[in-house]
């Protein structure tokens, strides 16, 4: 491609921050709430227009299971506070176990969560609002100025046309991998099968809320693309996108609402509405850190030395991991690190780490670690891990799992739980 080079003088915001979080999906929600807890001058950068990401503007509205499928909470930490956080106003669907948290019996029923993606936004932004995390709506991270690997601070484009903005640490929470593309740390981009979904409401489904009672049951879907994370119908003459080039991402668009678009001119005129398409690409796996480890499906039941979460599979009962801290650093960045669907993991790994409550905890160790690097003047590639590990367990994140919860039986173990939905 042709290329041109050009200098520009752009304004410089006043004030250095000790973190700055691009992306304000929940894995940044995370981190930088974890920030400000810690005392740190935090400021997260969001393109959109609200927090939550594919949570929120993505319409991915459900925490996946956060138990072992046997009645044992795995996931706590921030993503119990998340969850609970989401469920506190509005509509919400916990399954009867577990509506008061942990059950005091085994039970079956796994621990999800379903909430309104538009309520769940607005606490968002109250919460860390009231948390003192400053906020930047409207603005893309469009670029960081370097010094060899170490970051002096972002670009951003808004309203007012580029700034530039200091920082010590920086998060690249954006999951599609943007600050880190930028700066030069190495990534990986994903391959994505076909999907598009968005909210609607039809008579039929309004009719059945007005019976039930239940305002949930207005909502009813409508999809360009419809293929799951396995691929299952995937068109052979549709690309898989990956949501890290312009023109990917553009295609993407016009396949899929056009697509919808087809979908919808199949159906009466009356009694059916689109309430809110998705407002960004809902692709899963985009970009991530080519990490100082990668997770592998086959890490199930492994302990590394420097976990700092350990998470449960959403599809399969019984299975655990544990997230190695390398999992969201690439060493000699020392002040450039990850979270969320930017950490690294490989194939069925990657889907593990990507979802919302296991993100949420990555999000909460890279706010800690980006912390505890600046108190300690080490790199964030550098940090001590029983410190940060402490940290993750002061805040009520179960950083190793029990070997009491390892089934006995491995070859019977694993059976499929999927009843709650899209992932
Ligand atoms: C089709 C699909 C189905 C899924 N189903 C489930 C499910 O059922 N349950 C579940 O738990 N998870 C599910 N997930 C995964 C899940 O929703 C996300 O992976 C999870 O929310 C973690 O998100 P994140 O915070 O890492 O990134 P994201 O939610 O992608 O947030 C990134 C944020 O960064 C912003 N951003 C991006 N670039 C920039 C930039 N340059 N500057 C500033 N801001 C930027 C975006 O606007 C966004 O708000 C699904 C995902 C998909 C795509």
Redesign the pocket.
């Known amino acids: 491609m042709e290329s041109i080079s050009y200098t520009e003088r752009i304004p410089v915001r006043a004030g250095v921050y000790d973190v700055i979080v691009?992306?304000?999906?929940?894995?940044?929600?995370?981190a930088a709430l974890t920030a400000v807890r810690d005392g740190k001058k935090a400021l997260l950068?969001?393109?959109?227009t609200?927090?939550?990401?594919?949570?929120?503007?993505?319409l991915?509205?459900?925490?996946?299971p956060m138990c072992n499928g046997r009645g044992r909470q795995i996931i706590f930490g921030l993503a119990e506070e998340m969850l609970r956080l989401s469920i506190r106003h509005g509509w919400a669907m916990v399954p009867s176990d577990w509506r008061n948290g942990q059950p005091d019996h085994p039970t079956e029923q796994r621990y999800?969560a379903r909430f309104s993606p538009a309520i769940f936004a607005l606490v968002l932004r109250e919460w860390l609002e009231d948390s003192g995390v400053e906020l930047l709506f409207d603005?893309?991270?469009?670029g960081t100025v370097m010094q060899g690997n170490h970051c002096e601070g972002v670009v951003?484009d808004g309203k007012s046309g580029r700034e530039f903005i200091r920082g010590k640490m920086f998060i690249d929470?954006?999951?599609?991998g943007?600050?880190m593309r930028r700066a030069g740390v190495p990534t990986v981009t994903g391959d994505?099968f076909d999907?598009y979904?968005a909210k609607a409401i039809s008579l039929e489904s309004c009719q059945k809320a007005v019976k039930t009672g239940r305002i949930e049951d207005a909502i009813t879907g409508i999809s360009g693309g419809t293929v799951n994370?396995y691929g299952k119908g995937q068109p052979a003459d549709v690309p898989l996108w990956h949501g890290t080039s312009t023109d990917s991402t553009n295609q993407y668009l016009s396949h899929n609402q056009r697509l919808m678009l087809e979908n919808v001119k199949k159906l009466p005129n009356e009694g059916f509405e689109i309430v809110t398409l998705p407002?960004?690409?809902?692709?899963?796996?985009?970009c991530r850190i080519d990490g100082e480890y990668t997770l592998k499906a086959d890490d199930a039941y492994r302990h590394f030395d420097d976990s700092v979460g350990a998470i449960c599979d959403?599809e399969r009962r019984d299975f655990l991991y544990e997230m190695p801290y390398r999992l969201l650093i690439h060493r000699g960045f020392d002040n450039i690190a990850t979270?969320?669907?930017?950490?690294s993991g490989e194939g069925y790994a990657w889907?593990l780490l990507?979802?919302?409550?296991?993100?949420?905890i990555?999000?909460q160790a890279i706010g800690n670690a980006a912390c505890l690097a600046l108190d300690s003047g080490k790199g964030i590639d550098q940090v001590d891990v029983p410190s940060l590990q402490r940290m993750q367990a002061d805040q009520n994140v179960m950083v190793h799992f029990d070997d009491a919860l390892i089934p006995k039986d491995l070859e019977h173990a694993g059976e499929w739980t999927n009843d709650?939905?899209?992932?």
Request: hydrophobic share 45%.
């Open positions: 691009a992306g304000g999906g929940v894995a940044g929600v995370a950068i969001e393109k959109s609200i927090l939550g990401g594919l949570g929120t503007l993505g991915i509205n459900l925490f996946v999800v603005c893309i991270v469009s951003i929470a954006t999951g599609d943007d600050l994505n999907f979904g994370l407002g960004m690409l809902q692709t899963r796996t985009s959403f979270a969320g669907r930017c950490a889907d990507r979802v919302i409550p296991p993100a949420i990555t999000g709650f939905g899209h992932v």
